[in-house]
C-alpha cells in the first residue's frame, strides 16, 4: 500500500539534521518523487483515504526534473517538514529554503529566529495563558506561606508547572501581591484572558493537587482564604443558627448550592479584619447571584438554606425601604413548601423524579424544615408583620416516636420559643374585627396574663442548663410580649404594673445582650439582625419611659447607664459605614437629647405623690405590632428632627453619647481575642420571679441602682 505524509504547510515543524553535500542529490530526488505521489490521485494515506489535492512547496527546496527510479524510491521516504518553527507556530505559510538555508521572509521582516527543528511543538495560546495563571496563584500561595512562617528569610525559587514548553524559573516574588485577588485589577485581568481556559483558577496543593479557588464576579479567593472564612463562621455565627453542619468542607457546601457557598462567605466578611473591603466587594455580586438563583426554578433545600442565613444576617443597607429581608422569608418559606420541607418523608410527592433519602438526609430536612419557621418567625416579629410560619406535625416530636424527626436539641429549644413568640402575635396582634388587628383593653389584660404564665412555663421547661444564646432569645419573646403594654390605655387598672414589667423585661434582655459570651468570647457584635431589632426596641423602650411620668418608678442613673450601653452594642452591630444599626442608633441619640436626656423631671405638684399618669407614651403607629413602639419613634424623629433640619444621620455622631468607662474607644472594634473583656454585672435572675403573677404585679417596686437590688 502506498503511504502518504502530509506536507509540512501548516502543520508542526520539525528540524531536520544538516545535510552534507554527499546526500544532497539523494534527498533533492526523494522530495521531487514524494511531490509526484501528492500530486497523483491515486496516491493514499495509511488509513486508505485518497489525496486529490496538492499542496504549493518552498522555493527552492524541490528541483524539477525526477526520473521514474526516484519516484519509487520516494514513496518509501517520511514526508519532509519545511515550515520554521515561528510559522508553525502561527500556522502560517513559510518560504523558507533548507538547502542552501536561507530564512524566511516573515522571520527576516519582524526580526525573528527562523530554524527547524525536529523537536518543536505548538503551543497553544490558552494552554499559554493558562500556565502564567497558575504560576501568579502559585506565587500568591508561596508569598502567604511566607508571610506565615517568619523563619522563611531566603528567597524561594518556584517552578512553573510542567508543560510542553520550558518555562525559566522565577525567583523574585513581588512585595505587593496578596491572596484576595478581586482588589487589584492588574491581576484580574491576568486571570480573566476571556480564553476559554480559566487556568487561573488553579493553585497547586501541597500534595500536588490543582485546588481551584472560588470566584464570583470580580471576586476570587483562593482555596485557603475560603477555609479561614468558612472557620471565621462556625466560630462565631454558627452558634446563632446551628443549621449547617461544621465538618462538611467548602467544596460541599460549593457543590450543593453556590447562592449557600457565597452566603456562608458574605456573612463571614462581616467581621473579617483580614480584608475589610471583601464584604462591600461582595454586596452586589450576591445580589445578583441570589435573584438569578431565585429565579431558576425549581429549587434545592440548600437554597433554602442560603435564604435562613440571608434572613439572619441581611447584606447591610441604609434604609428600611429598601430591605428585601421579610420578602425574602416568605419566599424562603415558599420555596421550602414547593419541595415538600413540611412533608420530609413525601418528597416524592413534590417531584417528577424518583427520590429516596437516606437517614443523614431526612435528618437534615427536618432540621432545615424547623429551622425556616424559627427564622421566619424572627423576621416577622423584627419587623412587625405577620408571621408565615407553619408549625405542622412534622415539627411536633412529641406525637412520633421516629428517630429521624427528632431535633437537635439546641433547634427544639428555640424552635419553642418562636412558637411562644407566634402565639404572642396570633393572640394579641390579629383581631380581625380591629381595623389595626388590636385586641380590646380588656381582653389584652387577661390574654397578656394567660401568656406570661405560659412563658413562666417555657422558662422552666428549658431550665437549669440553657445556653446563653438560648436565654437571650427567651428574654427577646418576652419583651415581644410585654411591649404591648404601649397599646394600653392610660385609664386601665393595670396601666402601671404593664409598664413596670416592659421595663423589666427590656432592661433584663438588654443586659442578658450586653453580656453575651460563648466559648470563643463575647460574641455580641456577630448577633443577629433579629437581636439587633430587638436592641433598638428596648433602647427605645427605655428612651420612652426615662422621659415620662414613669421614671419616678425606677433608678433614673441605672436606666442612663444601660441606655448609653445600648447605643454602644447598636454601634457596635453595625457592619458598615451609615448602614440601619448605625443611623438607628443616632436617632436614639438625637431622640435622646430632645427629649431633655432623662433629666425632664416634673416638679411634685405635676406628678403628685407617685406622678400623674398621662397619655405620653401612647403611640400613633399601631399596625406594627410589638414593633409599633420602633416605627413611632422613627416616625416622630422625622416630624420634629429631619423636617426642620435637624436630623442629619451624616454628622451628628458627636451627639451620641459615649460608651461606658468599661469599655475604652479604642477597644470598640477590635476582634475578641484583642480586647479587654468587660466585667459582666450579676446575671439578672429568671424573669418568671422578676416578674410575679397579674395578682402581685400591683405592688410598688422600687428598683436600686444594679436594677435588681
Excluded at 490521485?41 to 486508505?48: C, E, R, S, V
Excluded at 522565577?170 to 505587593?176: A, C, D, E, N
Excluded at 421566619?376 to 408583620?385: D, E, H, K, L, M
Excluded at 416516636?401 to 420559643?417: S, T, V
Aim: aromatic share 8%.
Amino acid at each position: 500500500m502506498n503511504t502518504l505524509h502530509e506536507p509540512a504547510l501548516g502543520l508542526p515543524t520539525t528540524g531536520l539534521p544538516p545535510t552534507n553535500p554527499s546526500s544532497t542529490a539523494d534527498l533533492q530526488t526523494n522530495l521531487a518523487r514524494n511531490n509526484s505521489a501528492l500530486a497523483s490521485p491515486t496516491a493514499t494515506k495509511a488509513g486508505g483515504r485518497k489525496r486529490t489535492q496538492s499542496w504549493d512547496t518552498s522555493p527552492g527546496s524541490v528541483e524539477d526534473g525526477d526520473d521514474e527510479d526516484g519516484q519509487e524510491e520516494r514513496r518509501r521516504q517520511p514526508g519532509v517538514k519545511r515550515a520554521c518553527n515561528e510559522c508553525r507556530q502561527q500556522k502560517l505559510r513559510c518560504n523558507v529554503v533548507q538547502e542552501p538555508f536561507s530564512v524566511c521572509s516573515r522571520c527576516q521582516r519582524l526580526n525573528l529566529e527562523c530554524k527547524i527543528e525536529s523537536s518543536f511543538k505548538r503551543i497553544g495560546k490558552r494552554s499559554k495563558n493558562a500556565e502564567m495563571e497558575r504560576e501568579i496563584v502559585e506565587l500568591r500561595r508561596q508569598l502567604a506561606a511566607q508571610h506565615a512562617s517568619p523563619i522563611a528569610q531566603h528567597t524561594t525559587v518556584i517552578k512553573a508547572p510542567t508543560s510542553n514548553s520550558q518555562s525559566p524559573n522565577i525567583s523574585h516574588i513581588p512585595s505587593t501581591l496578596d491572596q484576595y485577588m478581586g482588589s487589584q485589577e492588574a491581576v484580574a485581568s491576568l486571570l480573566d484572558l476571556r480564553s476559554g481556559l480559566d487556568g487561573g483558577a488553579y493553585l497547586r496543593s501541597p500534595s500536588g493537587q490543582m485546588i481551584p479557588p472560588k470566584r464570583l464576579e470580580n471576586v476570587v479567593l483562593i482555596h485557603d482564604r475560603v477555609q479561614e472564612l468558612f472557620r471565621h463562621f462556625f466560630t462565631f455565627y454558627y452558634p446563632f443558627l446551628p443549621l449547617l453542619e461544621p465538618d462538611k468542607s467548602p467544596d460541599y457546601y460549593y457543590d450543593a448550592s453556590p447562592l449557600l457557598f457565597w452566603t456562608v462567605v458574605a456573612v463571614a466578611a462581616r467581621r473579617y479584619h483580614v480584608d475589610a473591603n471583601l464584604l462591600n466587594s461582595l454586596i452586589a455580586p450576591m445580589s445578583r447571584l441570589l435573584w438569578a438563583t431565585i429565579s431558576d426554578v425549581p429549587q434545592s433545600y440548600h437554597v433554602v438554606k442560603a435564604l435562613c442565613i440571608l434572613c439572619t444576617w441581611p447584606l447591610p443597607i441604609s434604609s428600611t425601604s429598601s430591605d428585601p429581608t421579610f420578602m425574602l422569608s416568605g419566599l424562603m418559606m415558599q420555596i421550602a413548601m414547593q419541595i415538600g420541607l413540611h412533608r420530609p418523608s413525601h418528597a416524592q410527592d413534590f417531584t417528577k423524579f424518583r427520590v429516596e433519602l437516606r437517614e443523614e438526609e431526612l435528618k437534615d430536612r427536618v432540621k432545615t424544615w424547623a429551622t425556616c419557621n424559627v427564622v421566619a418567625q424572627r423576621v416577622a416579629t423584627g419587623y412587625g408583620q405577620p408571621p408565615s410560619t407553619y408549625y405542622d406535625w412534622s415539627l411536633i416530636t412529641t406525637n412520633s416516636n421516629d428517630a429521624n424527626f427528632k431535633l437537635p436539641e439546641e433547634i427544639e429549644a428555640r424552635l419553642l420559643i418562636e412558637r411562644f413568640s407566634d402565639k404572642v402575635t396570633r393572640s394579641l396582634y390579629s383581631n380581625r374585627s380591629d381595623a389595626v388587628g388590636l385586641v380590646a383593653d380588656t381582653e389584652r389584660s387577661i390574654l397578656t396574663t394567660f401568656l406570661a404564665r405560659d412563658f413562666e412555663e417555657l422558662e422552666q421547661k428549658l431550665q437549669p442548663n440553657i445556653p446563653e444564646i438560648n436565654s437571650l432569645y427567651l428574654r427577646a419573646a418576652y419583651l415581644h410580649l410585654r411591649l404591648s403594654a404601649l397599646f394600653d390605655s392610660p385609664t386601665s387598672k393595670d396601666y402601671r404594673s404593664d409598664l413596670l414589667a416592659l421595663w423589666l423585661s427590656a432592661t433584663s434582655f438588654l443586659e442578658c445582650a450586653l453580656t453575651l459570651e460563648s466559648a470563643a468570647g463575647p460574641i455580641l457584635t456577630y448577633s443577629t439582625n433579629y437581636i439587633m431589632q430587638m436592641i433598638v426596641a428596648a433602647g427605645f423602650t427605655l428612651l420612652k419611659l426615662l422621659n415620662s411620668f414613669f421614671a419616678n418608678h425606677v433608678d433614673l442613673e441605672y436606666g442612663k447607664n444601660l441606655f448609653n450601653r445600648t447605643i454602644w452594642a447598636i454601634r457596635t452591630i453595625s457592619v458598615s459605614m451609615n448602614d440601619l444599626p448605625s443611623r438607628l442608633a443616632e436617632v436614639l441619640a438625637q431622640l435622646w437629647r430632645g427629649g431633655g436626656a432623662g433629666s425632664l423631671v416634673a416638679s411634685g405638684n405635676e406628678r403628685g405623690a407617685g406622678g400623674s399618669v398621662d397619655g405620653s407614651l401612647m403611640l400613633k403607629v399601631r399596625c406594627r405590632m410589638s414593633m409599633s413602639l420602633v416605627f413611632d419613634s422613627v416616625w416622630r424623629w422625622r416630624e420634629e428632627f429631619q423636617a426642620k433640619g435637624k436630623g442629619n444621620l451624616e454628622s451628628t455622631a458627636p451627639l451620641a453619647p459615649s460608651p461606658p468607662p468599661l469599655i475604652p474607644h479604642s477597644l470598640r472594634r477590635l476582634p475578641p481575642s484583642l480586647s479587654t473583656r468587660v466585667p459582666p454585672r450579676p446575671p439578672p435572675p429568671p424573669l418568671a420571679r422578676i416578674i410575679p403573677r397579674s395578682a402581685r404585679l400591683g405592688r410598688a417596686l422600687v428598683l436600686g441602682r444594679g436594677g435588681w437590688a
